[in-house]
């Protein structure tokens, strides 16, 4: 029998969060974004069900692009850091990629180029983020630079990242529009702002191109409820089952540390899944777990291959009994903010000794 830890994927969630994108800016196009193995979901099967639905995918780097043209993927990719090298450019042609610009030099290699088809290219104008862009005031003179070049295609994309657009109440991402409105103005070309919680809660910012990601598989980007993130459905759902049941006496310990003690007699069960499966190793005692729709807490450190909970109030928990670690009806960023980060780490950091598996399309 095989060890049951593993990741379902429900892609009628995936089709129906991409649906809600559409639904919550129709006029703009789609760029759904597929890095980091699509937040840990499998970029290959994901790009897959969503190509007919979107107008365009976008990765960190030129071999996250590659392996999906490899896989049959189409559409349109946007390098979103563009290329770290000018030697890029020929597989960029080749496989027909679109170029982020965020700096100087990659500017320069473009004027360079001697390519034999113009590269769509998106221009990044740092509006308050301070990792990636053009400075505003540098926005006009980049903009005309790659118009002129040759290697260029014309109507190039013009687009900024939010840093706090996952805070509502936080007026960073209105000082950030509002400079990227003035920036803009006198420029011409399409416009792209809205990352997940942008598309979700800053509707001011869905432009010419909205760029879903988070939200694509099923993951609220914000800290408490909110109307449209309320809907989104969980695409991962890491599941196991417990594999060994134990009564612990009053005052016993369990796990590495001893860092859980009984307060009572407890029943504990031992779960096939850990952190070398992607379940944080830093989730705290407390931390919930479904036991075949139940909540109950985690109890004693997480190790490599396992993980205990205390099943005491559960007395139909079994041998075998389904165990949801995140995904439908847990929602992983709960789970995250008991072990002190966010959600987007806990799937991106899945390595892949738990298999993915569809279970619907």
């Not at 049951?4 to 006029?27: K, V």
């Not at 809205?194 to 609220?220: E, K, Q, T, V």
Request: contains cysteine; glycine residues 8%; proline residues 6%.
């Amino acid at each position: 029998m095989a060890r049951p830890t593993e990741a379902l994927l429900d892609l009628e969630a995936l089709r129906h969060n991409a649906a809600l994108a559409r639904e919550l800016a129709p006029h703009s196009k789609m760029m759904a974004v597929v890095k980091a193995n699509a937040y840990g979901h499998g970029a290959e099967t994901i790009a897959a069900a969503l190509e007919s639905r979107v107008d365009a995918f976008a990765v960190a780097c030129i071999e996250e692009a590659v392996a999906l043209r490899d896989s049959g993927i189409t559409a349109p990719i946007l390098l979103l850091q563009g290329i770290f090298a000018a030697a890029e450019l020929a597989v960029a042609e080749a496989l027909d990629f679109w170029l982020m610009i965020d700096d100087v030099q990659q500017l320069e290699w473009m004027e360079q180029a001697r390519l034999h088809s113009p590269r769509p290219c998106w221009l990044k104008i740092d509006t308050g983020m301070h990792r990636l862009g053009a400075q505003p005031e540098q926005a006009a003179d980049f903009l005309r630079r790659l118009e002129a070049c040759a290697a260029v295609a014309k109507g190039t994309v013009l687009c900024t990242h939010f840093a706090s657009a996952d805070e509502l109440d936080n007026s960073q991402t209105e000082r950030q529009l509002a400079l990227f409105e003035q920036t803009c103005r006198p420029l011409p070309g399409p416009r792209s702002a809205a990352n997940s919680p942008g598309l979700l809660g800053w509707p001011a910012s869905h432009y010419d191109w909205i760029r879903p990601g988070y939200m694509l598989y099923g993951n609220s980007p914000f800290p408490g409820p909110q109307i449209h993130a309320d809907r989104l459905r969980p695409v991962m759902t890491l599941q196991s089952r417990i594999s060994s049941l134990r009564e612990v006496a009053t005052g016993e310990t369990v796990g590495y540390g001893a860092n859980w003690t009984a307060r009572r007699q407890s029943r504990i069960a031992t779960v096939s899944a850990g952190y070398g499966d992607g379940y944080p190793r830093l989730a705290e005692n407390g931390t919930p777990v479904l036991i075949d729709g139940q909540r109950a807490p985690l109890a004693g450190r997480v190790s490599m291959d396992m993980l205990t909970v205390d099943v005491t109030d559960l007395p139909a928990a079994s041998l075998d009994s389904t165990v949801t670690l995140w995904g439908q009806g847990l929602p992983v960023g709960e789970v995250a903010a008991h072990a002190g980060t966010i959600g987007y780490e806990l799937t991106t950091r899945m390595p892949l000794r738990a298999p993915r598996r569809v279970i619907k399309s």
